[in-house]
């Protein structure tokens, strides 16, 4: 008998039951495999660093990072936020959930992101402030250019226990950017052949 991968469709309907079933360790295991694929793309596609200078390690910090800290907190926080607001007006409902996600929790997210990651990373406190003061603002204002139309969507038209489904299709792209991001600098030190130190973010 010959061998047959399961169909789409099969995987899919064994990932909602999952998700069902165990959403925290369902949506954490996903968000890590889409963190780590963002930052295999962002590698390969973007960096052109070519197999040979593929960082493994920090596409694995990607991969731990997505799901202990990326996962937890972003169902954590659509969990919260359906109960905090309980307007029954379902356009007011979903516009409240999108302003309080992107303006009260996604900059308080993406410093915890910054932060966290360059601390899996090695990097020095004064490091991890630098790299928010340069590139916080920028990641924030992008962030709002894509989000807030996916999550007033995702909000108005998604039940709660599939909007990480939502939010995980739109994140490969996302997190490939946020990968290059994070690392741009790594790449324009590199070029300039400035030397090593504790503050760099490739260990």
């Known amino acids: 008998a010959v061998y047959q991968l399961p169909k789409p469709a099969t995987m899919f309907a064994w990932y909602l039951r999952m998700l069902e079933r165990h959403p925290l360790v369902t949506s954490s295991l996903a968000t890590a495999i889409l963190a780590g694929s963002g930052d295999v793309i962002a590698q390969q596609a973007v960096e052109r660093r070519g197999l040979q200078r593929h960082d493994v390690a920090r596409t694995a910090r990607f991969f731990a990072f997505g ?17 905090l607001v309980r307007f029954r007006q379902p356009v007011l409902a979903a516009g409240s959930k ?7 929790f996604t900059p ?3 410093t915890g992101f910054f932060a966290g990651l360059g601390l899996l990373e090695g990097k020095r406190p004064e490091s991890i402030k630098r790299q928010l003061d340069h590139d916080f603002l920028n990641v924030l204002y992008t962030n709002w250019k894509v989000w807030p139309a996916v999550q007033i969507c995702n909000f108005y038209l998604v039940p709660l226990q599939h909007r990480v489904i939502v939010v995980n299709s739109v994140s490969v792209a996302w997190n490939t950017y946020l990968a290059w991001k994070f690392h741009e600098g790594d790449e324009q030190h590199a070029a300039g052949g400035g030397g090593g130190g504790g503050d760099s973010s490739s260990p």
Request: proline fraction near 4%; hydrophobic fraction near 55%; charged fraction near 15%.
């Open 108 to 110: 308080l997210f993406l």
């Open 67 to 83: 799901g202990v800290y990326i996962g937890p907190v972003l169902r954590g926080w659509y969990v919260t936020l359906d109960r």
């Open 98 to 104: 999108m302003a309080l996600d992107q303006f009260a």
